[in-house]
């Protein structure tokens, strides 16, 4: 129980500082003690402190969610080949700018004297205290965009979570209904041949038809639920909830890898490579999967021995990278050009363990949803409540949650396909949490020593393909949203474009590379 006491806590530290209106100048006293980040030396002297272990379980639990699910699509969009080896390459690059974060944020704590900083915190500090007068006046302005990104993000996955939690249990219903109407039909063709002389006519009796709803009635059932859970303001209370869904999707996991290597199929129905044109959408879907960023300051700020972090990082996400790359190749060789948005739904319903992996599944994302929201939520409502008498505080955020709440539930509505909604958030907001924040955080931070050639194209380089792959990925999703039967050919034309772009930025980096100092991008994206 006090690991997942630990587990609630480590969301807290995402939000420091939300009002993002005091500057390095506040002194601590002046601040509540409950937001302010936790020492290291705290820490190593405290029960409160995490260890090695339970730092490597939480990377695992704050990245293996309903992207992973996802993934066999995104192969599907990039090619048995070809989807694979950039989900391997993408990893590795999101792992690299985790320890970018983490480097920033050691050399301004050792720079300012200050206590271990958050997300934000690192890249309004990083600017504030930059050579550059221009980054030092947008330093307010860099810690909102990244507050502005967290909530986009992690309102985005409670968007996805509604759409995930409506479409497989809209299936577990109509999979039951089928089987009782399959009953039922073989029980009426056993009395009318076995029970009744040939001779005598029976009218037909046909069995009902299944009870299909709307998917959006789903979401609209779901709704009161998931409010009253956001409505639970400590997270501490429901560390047993927490235990249950890693339990529930841990076993739903297992389940769904006992199924898929149960045949490969055909390599050779499969495509090696997909069109350019799709690749945006495997590079939504890929980046919304490694959704961790967010926690691994927090959980670095709360170790005993943070020295040691960068080897839970290391191997948490290696772990992450193998299990993200074999669940996609083998869901994908296994249910081949049908694979859906989540892979939980291409589950049969012939089968009840099939059926319990839903449940099971679903009540996990059901859990997760008030652990995603709790960012937002602080984020936004503490700014509002200042505002107001304390005899309104506590109505009006229950209120602002619910509309929050309603507010996801609205995304979901507009947009009810989960591989959608996926790769549009992952391209959105992943991509500049993940892929394009770091690296240029990277060059403020060190901008008054000279840069290394190889840093310097290293972290343009990874940043603009983040960039393009924004807007790439933003472009082609929304045009599938708005035209879901068949793209106009500008659309598919520009998300080639863009795709060439990305390549040609690749290959101008690493030439110009080779000219500054001899040493390739590639060779300095390493885990460490």
């Given at each position: 129980m006090p690991s997942q006491q630990i587990d609630m806590e480590l969301m807290t530290p995402l939000m420091e500082n939300p009002g993002g209106g005091?500057?390095?100048?506040?002194?601590?006293?002046?601040?509540?003690?409950?937001?302010?980040?936790?020492?290291?030396?705290?820490?190593?002297n405290s029960h409160q402190g995490i260890t090695f272990t339970q730092a490597l379980i939480h990377l695992l639990k704050g990245n293996i969610g309903t992207g992973l699910l996802g993934l066999p699509l995104a192969v599907r969009n990039a090619g048995v080949i070809v989807g694979p080896l950039c989900l391997v390459l993408m990893g590795v690059v999101c792992v690299h700018c985790m320890h970018i974060l983490v480097h920033c944020s050691h050399h301004l704590c050792e720079r300012l004297k200050r206590p271990p900083m958050g997300y934000s915190d690192t890249v309004a500090f990083s600017m504030e205290h930059s050579s550059y007068q221009c980054f030092r006046k947008s330093a307010r302005f860099g810690r909102h965009l990244v507050n502005f990104f967290l909530v986009l993000t992690q309102l985005g996955f409670c968007s996805a979570y509604f759409v995930f939690l409506a479409e497989n249990i809209k299936q577990v219903v109509e999979g039951y209904q089928g089987v009782n109407i399959t009953l039922a039909d073989e029980s009426?063709?056993?009395?009318?041949?076995?029970?009744?002389?040939?001779?005598?006519?029976?009218?037909?009796?046909?069995?009902?038809?299944?009870?299909?709803l709307d998917l959006r009635l789903y979401m609209l059932f779901f709704l009161p639920f998931?409010?009253?859970?956001?409505?639970?303001?400590?997270?501490?209370?429901?560390?047993?909830?927490?235990?249950?869904?890693?339990v529930c999707m841990a076993v739903s996991v297992i389940?769904?890898?006992?199924?898929?290597?149960?045949?490969?199929?055909?390599?050779?129905?499969?495509p090696l490579t997909s069109p350019l044109a799709k690749f945006p959408f495997f590079f939504g879907t890929a980046i919304f999967a490694f959704e961790g960023i967010g926690v691994v300051?927090?959980?670095?700020?709360?170790?005993?021995?943070?020295?040691?972090?960068?080897?839970?990082?290391?191997i948490g996400m290696g772990i992450t990278i193998v299990l993200y790359?074999?669940?996609?190749t083998l869901g994908y060789l296994h249910f081949g050009d049908d694979i859906k948005g989540s892979i939980t739904l291409n589950l049969p319903h012939n089968a009840w363990t099939n059926q319990m992996v839903k449940i099971l599944y679903s009540f996990g994302v059901f859990v997760s949803f008030a652990i995603q929201f709790f960012v937002p939520a602080e984020i936004m409502i503490p700014p509002v409540q200042a505002r107001l008498r304390e005899s309104w505080r506590t109505p009006c955020e229950m209120i602002l949650r619910g509309l929050l709440v309603c507010l996801t539930f609205s995304f979901a509505v507009l947009i009810p396909r989960l591989d959608l909604v996926i790769s549009l958030v992952g391209a959105v907001s992943s991509s500049a949490l993940a892929l394009v924040f770091p690296p240029l955080v990277e060059l403020i931070t060190f901008s008054d020593r000279p840069l290394k050639p190889a840093m310097l194209v290293k972290d343009l380089l990874i940043a603009v393909v983040g960039f393009i792959g924004f807007l790439a990925g933003t472009y082609v999703t929304l045009a599938e949203i708005i035209s879901p039967e068949e793209p106009p050919e500008v659309i598919?034309?520009?998300?080639?474009?863009?795709?060439?772009?990305?390549?040609?930025?690749?290959?101008g980096a690493l030439r110009m590379s080779e000219e500054l100092g001899g040493t390739t991008p590639t060779a300095a994206v390493t885990l460490g």
């Open positions: 005091q500057e390095e100048e506040d002194s601590e006293g002046d601040q509540d003690p409950d937001l302010l980040p936790v020492r290291h030396q705290e820490l190593g009426l063709s056993f009395a009318n041949t076995s029970m009744v002389p040939a001779l005598v006519p029976l009218p037909t009796m046909v069995p009902s038809e299944p009870w299909a998931l409010i009253l859970l956001v409505f639970m303001k400590d997270l501490k209370n429901m560390a047993v909830l927490s235990l249950l869904a890693n389940i769904i890898f006992q199924y898929i290597t149960t045949d490969f199929g055909d390599l050779q129905r499969l300051l927090p959980l670095e700020n709360q170790m005993k021995e943070p020295k040691r972090f960068p080897m839970a990082l290391n790359v074999v669940l996609a598919r034309e520009a998300a080639q474009k863009l795709t060439v772009a990305a390549a040609t930025a690749v290959a």
